[in-house]
Every structure is written in structure tokens, then in C-alpha cells.
């Protein structure tokens, strides 16, 4: 099996900083594309941004040129950096991989979310 765990979640007022990380620990042949995905209550849970194994980055129109995700594929962690922050980011931000396993093929995990929220 494999577990994701974030941290880095916390409270900050608007406009200031956060960094959020992921790390996947378990039977872990390689991790293909990862992602934050964040929830609001009542609302489903929307993408962040996802980064492929290459590198590749995709992120949701709200967070281009605020957030940018990163990763150590040596070390299977991901990370968020979050700046210019909004109260509208605030939500529980979940990890998400899909990854490879010695003893299974491509299976998606997620992880248990942190919770950021920001301050006006």
C-alpha cells in the first residue's frame, strides 16, 4: 500500500505565503502524474494543479501565476508554493498520485488533506 501525507497547511491572511508538501511513502515503483486538489464544504473537490512525471504542469485558471507546483521524484514528495493568497483559497487541499506499485499496477491514491485557510 501506499500513503500520501501533506503538511504545511495552516492560517495566513491574504496576500501572504504558503508551502504545502506530499510525501508518498509504501511499494512505490515510480509516481506518474501528481496533483493538489482542494474542497470546500458542500462543494466537490476541484483541480489545483496536477505535474506529470516529465514535468508537466497544468494548473486551475484561479491559481496561474500564484501557486506553482514542484516535485522530488527521488524522494516522491510534492509541493505546492502558495503565494498571493486569496480568501477564496481557503479549503482542505488534498494530494493525489497516481503511482506504480512492485506488488500492483497503476493504482490512484489520495492523501488526508490539510487544511489552509486565509484571512482577510
Known amino acids: 500500500q501506499v500513503q500520501l501525507v501533506e503538511s504545511g497547511g495552516g492560517l495566513v491572511r491574504a496576500g501572504g505565503s504558503l508551502r504545502l508538501s506530499c510525501a508518498a511513502s509504501?511499494?512505490?515503483?515510480?509516481?506518474?502524474?501528481m496533483g493538489w486538489y482542494g474542497q470546500t464544504p458542500g462543494k466537490q473537490r476541484e483541480l489545483v494543479a496536477t505535474i506529470t512525471r516529465g514535468g508537466i504542469t497544468n494548473y486551475a485558471d484561479s491559481v496561474k501565476g500564484r501557486f506553482t507546483i514542484s516535485r522530488d521524484s527521488a524522494k516522491n514528495i510534492l509541493y505546492l508554493q502558495m503565494n498571493s493568497l486569496k480568501t477564496d483559497d481557503t479549503a482542505v487541499y488534498y494530494c493525489?498520485?497516481?503511482?506504480?506499485?512492485?506488488?500492483?499496477?497503476?493504482?490512484?491514491?489520495w492523501g488526508q488533506g490539510t487544511q489552509v485557510t486565509v484571512s482577510s
Open positions: 509504501g511499494s512505490i515503483v515510480y509516481i506518474n502524474t
Open positions: 493525489n498520485a497516481d503511482v506504480v506499485l512492485t506488488t500492483r499496477g497503476l493504482t490512484n491514491y
